[in-house]
């Protein structure tokens, strides 16, 4: 379990942390750090930042879950549904400074002057994270790599002097998937806020993509895996706090 001090005088609980190594309930990983807990003992973090991974240990093996609790003054536990209703809802969850990628999956509805606002349904973001569909749904506007690569259906209405909206309001459109190029992820990031997200590529499942301007061979280019299974290298079978 973790314990997390707010500055608030409010202690917050979070039980039943991983402890697999795999994603058979072996029990072999220990609590430890980048186990059980994505930050180290004592560290001092910010809303949005990964702090755990959840998982079945204790009296809950082989039901993986959170349990949760909340101590205002350090005292006896509260329901936690008012503080969890609250809460503002960040994007996605990552620790600022480091490096990150999103997916973007939803409806376009506006698009023009070389930026694109989706009605987001889901997202993924790299490393370590799964498809996740959001609460409600989320506006996210974005902005276009020079050299992004997007679906042909969007060429016209990206290439429009300034942002309008597009049928999908109103009609059915089909759903894309924006990656986002590779950045450092800020408060504003974290947010989803209009331009903070730069997006190199946007497609359809199935559907063709075409060059907005010429490669960049110098930009690194972004994970763009729309399927569950994580990109090489990365430990996928922990969901994150």
Same mark, same amino acid.
């Given at each position: 379990?973790?314990?997390?001090?707010?500055?608030?005088?409010?202690?917050?609980?979070?039980?039943?942390?991983?402890?697999?190594?795999?994603?058979?309930?072996?029990?072999?990983?220990?609590?430890?750090?980048?186990?059980?807990?994505?930050?180290?003992?004592?560290?001092?973090?910010?809303?949005?930042?990964?702090?755990?991974?959840?998982?079945?240990?204790?009296?809950?093996?082989?039901?993986?879950?959170?349990?949760?609790?909340?101590?205002?003054?350090?005292?006896?536990?509260?329901?936690?549904?008012?503080?969890?209703?609250?809460?503002?809802?960040?994007?996605? @969850? $990552?620790?600022?400074? *480091?490096? #990150?990628?999103?997916?973007? &999956?939803? +409806? !376009?509805? %506006?698009?023009?002057?070389?930026?694109?606002?989706?009605?987001?349904?889901?997202?993924?973001?790299?490393?370590?994270?799964?498809?996740?569909?959001?609460?409600?749904?989320?506006?996210?506007?974005?902005?276009?790599?020079?050299?992004?690569?997007?679906?042909?259906?969007?060429?016209?209405?990206?290439?429009?002097?300034?942002?309008?909206?597009?049928?999908?309001?109103?009609? @059915? $459109?089909?759903?894309? *998937?924006? #990656?986002?190029?590779?950045? &450092?992820? +800020? !408060?504003? %990031?974290?947010?989803?806020?209009?331009?903070?997200?730069?997006?190199?590529?946007?497609?359809?499942?199935?559907?063709?993509?075409?060059?907005?301007?010429?490669?960049?061979?110098?930009?690194?280019?972004?994970?763009?895996?729309?399927?569950?299974?994580?990109?090489?290298?990365?430990?996928?079978?922990?969901?994150?706090?």
């Amino acid at each position: 379990m973790l314990y997390l001090y707010g500055k608030s005088g409010t202690t917050y609980l979070y039980i039943h942390l991983n402890n697999d190594l795999t994603e058979a309930s072996e029990d072999k990983g220990g609590c430890k750090l980048g186990t059980s807990f994505a930050v180290e003992d004592g560290a001092k973090v910010t809303a949005g930042e990964q702090i755990g991974y959840v998982g079945d240990s204790g009296d809950a093996e082989g039901n993986h879950h959170l349990h949760f609790e909340v101590h205002p003054k350090d005292g006896d536990a509260v329901n936690p549904f008012p503080y969890l209703n609250a809460g503002e809802r960040l994007l996605f @969850p $990552a620790r600022l400074g *480091t490096q #990150f990628s999103l997916g973007l &999956r939803g +409806t !376009p509805v %506006a698009a023009g002057a070389g930026a694109l606002e989706l009605a987001v349904t889901s997202v993924r973001w790299w490393p370590g994270g799964q498809w996740t569909p959001v609460v409600g749904t989320r506006s996210v506007k974005v902005s276009l790599a020079s050299s992004a690569a997007v679906d042909s259906t969007l060429v016209g209405a990206l290439s429009r002097p300034e942002l309008r909206t597009l049928q999908a309001r109103t009609a @059915p $459109a089909a759903t894309v *998937t924006a #990656f986002t190029k590779r950045a &450092r992820v +800020t !408060p504003e %990031a974290l947010r989803g806020a209009d331009g903070a997200l730069v997006v190199a590529r946007v497609t359809r499942p199935g559907g063709t993509t075409v060059a907005v301007g010429p490669a960049d061979p110098a930009e690194p280019l972004p994970v763009d895996d729309e399927t569950d299974a994580p990109p090489p290298g990365v430990d996928d079978h922990r969901s994150g706090i």
